[in-house]
């Protein structure tokens, strides 16, 4: 174990700060370490493992594709990129889709595709177009997308940034409405704050800014590539509230825990923005990564894994809302994405993760401040079980 964390410090970058543990491999919601030790999955690789580890259906559908045909780039057409457009536009109600590799790809070609909808259909002056953004929000690490975000440390070093950024209060609507100019192109917004601490908006929220975008001819664009697919108990957290997008932005759990698979979405007239040589990837929609895709979403489906996370995602808020500790500040969330927030006069978040990782559990903080829940959907009654287990121990011990 220590020789595998010695070469990736002493070779990789300091980049992230991993806990002090080796991992070898995993099954479903388990994973072991190289000393053999099991633990319970309760992060998912930050919602891009949902169906499990090594599903067995989507590393099948990797080993008959693999050796047929992987990349062929989008200079060619291949017998299977087409099949995975139409599932997932036939999902989402979407007309048309854009593949790519990681999330921030996607973001970045929504950012793209909102601007130049803005200067050739709305018609906003050249080099004017806004997006509006809220505070708080994460669409990844790019120079682009850090430009907008709110969190220093993202920002700190890498500027300057990108213009065209308008950033506002999350969760309030009136903020919206008083941001909005002619030159605005875009809201785009995250249906749950993920990275932030899992925090959910007030209800109604994205009903008001969906009849708000409308009302003002600005492109709605959801980042569902935390909370779709599954992760909130529906297919799109936005179905919650009936909510349908203009635009909207899958990943992580698309490439089924086993390739970088992402998706812009969108109406036609947004997308058809697009002509060849405007924007492009050499991996994205290729052969492998459409066949794992189509049968991640195939999954989803036939072994009702969204069903499954409304169900098991109601059992675990309730069992740690029993949880009678003045640790706990708040339990937050929808589905199998929840985050505990901490009072940090007992402990900091760091600390009580790296004392469920002791007891056999994995997850995470964020911000020090909450402790992120969101396991594999294919999670057992037994393990959700053993996992509460865990946390109420570890909670209670930190409360005196």
């Not at 669409?139 to 969190?151: E, Q």
């Given at each position: 174990?220590?020789?595998?964390?010695?070469?990736?410090?002493?070779?990789?970058?300091?980049?992230?700060?991993?806990?002090?543990?080796?991992?070898?491999?995993?099954?479903?919601?388990?994973?072991?370490?190289?000393?053999?030790?099991?633990?319970?999955?309760?992060?998912?690789?930050?919602?891009?493992?949902?169906?499990?580890h090594s599903h067995p259906?989507?590393?099948?559908?990797?080993?008959?594709?693999?050796?047929?045909?992987?990349?062929?780039?989008?200079?060619?057409?291949?017998?299977?990129?087409?099949?995975?457009?139409?599932?997932?536009?036939?999902?989402?109600?979407?007309?048309?889709?854009?593949?790519?590799?990681?999330?921030?790809?996607?973001?970045?070609?929504?950012?793209?595709?909102?601007?130049?909808?803005?200067?050739?259909?709305?018609?906003?002056?050249?080099?004017?177009?806004?997006?509006?953004?809220?505070?708080?929000?994460?669409?990844?690490?790019?120079?682009?997308?850090?430009?907008?975000?709110?969190?220093?440390?993202?920002?700190?070093?890498?500027?300057?940034?990108?213009?065209?950024?308008?950033?506002?209060?999350?969760?309030?609507?009136?903020?919206?409405?008083?941001?909005?100019?002619?030159?605005?192109?875009?809201?785009?917004?995250?249906?749950?704050?993920?990275?932030?601490?899992?925090?959910?908006?007030?209800?109604?929220?994205?009903?008001?800014?969906?009849?708000?975008?409308?009302?003002?001819?600005?492109?709605?664009?959801?980042?569902?590539?935390?909370?779709?697919?599954?992760?909130?108990?529906?297919?799109?957290?936005?179905?919650?509230?009936?909510?349908?997008?203009?635009?909207?932005?899958?990943?992580?759990?698309?490439?089924?825990?086993?390739?970088?698979?992402?998706?812009?979405?969108?109406?036609?007239?947004?997308?058809?923005?697009?002509?060849?040589?405007?924007?492009?990837?050499?991996?994205?929609?290729?052969?492998?990564?459409?066949?794992?895709?189509?049968?991640?979403?195939?999954?989803?489906?036939?072994?009702?894994?969204i069903q499954r996370s409304?169900?098991?995602?109601?059992?675990?808020?309730?069992?740690?809302?029993?949880?009678?500790?003045?640790?706990?500040?708040?339990?937050?969330?929808?589905?199998?994405?929840?985050?505990?927030?901490?009072?940090?006069?007992?402990?900091?978040?760091?600390?009580?993760?790296?004392?469920?990782?002791?007891?056999?559990l994995l997850s995470y903080?964020?911000?020090?401040?909450?402790?992120?829940?969101?396991?594999?959907?294919?999670?057992?009654?037994?393990?959700?079980?053993?996992?509460?287990?865990?946390?109420?121990?570890?909670?209670?011990?930190?409360?005196?």
């Amino acid at each position: 174990m220590n020789n595998s964390i010695e070469l990736e410090q002493r070779y990789g970058a300091i980049n992230y700060d991993p806990l002090p543990m080796v991992l070898s491999h995993g099954l479903g919601a388990e994973l072991w370490d190289t000393s053999g030790k099991r633990y319970i999955d309760m992060m998912s690789a930050y919602s891009a493992v949902s169906h499990g580890h090594s599903h067995p259906r989507l590393v099948n559908a990797l080993m008959q594709q693999a050796p047929r045909l992987a990349i062929c780039s989008r200079a060619f057409y291949s017998d299977r990129l087409g099949v995975f457009l139409k599932r997932a536009c036939d999902l989402t109600q979407m007309d048309k889709a854009l593949p790519m590799n990681t999330g921030v790809e996607a973001v970045e070609t929504a950012i793209k595709a909102a601007r130049k909808w803005a200067y050739t259909v709305k018609k906003v002056v050249d080099d004017q177009a806004e997006i509006i953004v809220c505070r708080g929000n994460f669409h990844g690490r790019t120079t682009t997308v850090v430009g907008m975000s709110s969190k220093p440390q993202y920002q700190f070093g890498f500027g300057p940034f990108a213009p065209g950024f308008k950033t506002i209060e999350y969760g309030d609507a009136n903020a919206l409405s008083a941001a909005i100019t002619s030159n605005t192109a875009a809201f785009l917004v995250e249906p749950i704050q993920g990275e932030r601490g899992i925090v959910v908006p007030p209800k109604g929220y994205l009903q008001a800014v969906e009849k708000i975008c409308r009302e003002n001819n600005v492109l709605l664009i959801l980042d569902e590539i935390q909370t779709g697919l599954g992760r909130t108990g529906k297919f799109l957290a936005c179905e919650h509230e009936n909510v349908k997008p203009d635009a909207l932005i899958l990943g992580k759990a698309l490439g089924g825990g086993l390739l970088p698979v992402s998706l812009f979405l969108s109406r036609r007239d947004v997308m058809n923005v697009f002509t060849p040589g405007d924007h492009g990837s050499t991996f994205g929609g290729n052969a492998l990564a459409a066949t794992v895709a189509l049968e991640a979403l195939n999954v989803l489906f036939d072994e009702n894994l969204i069903q499954r996370s409304a169900e098991f995602g109601d059992y675990l808020y309730r069992g740690l809302s029993e949880i009678s500790s003045p640790l706990i500040k708040e339990v937050r969330g929808k589905g199998l994405f929840i985050g505990v927030e901490l009072d940090l006069r007992y402990a900091k978040g760091r600390d009580v993760v790296l004392q469920l990782l002791a007891q056999g559990l994995l997850s995470y903080e964020t911000h020090d401040t909450v402790i992120r829940l969101a396991p594999p959907l294919v999670i057992s009654k037994e393990q959700l079980d053993e996992a509460l287990t865990i946390l109420k121990k570890v909670l209670l011990t930190n409360s005196a």
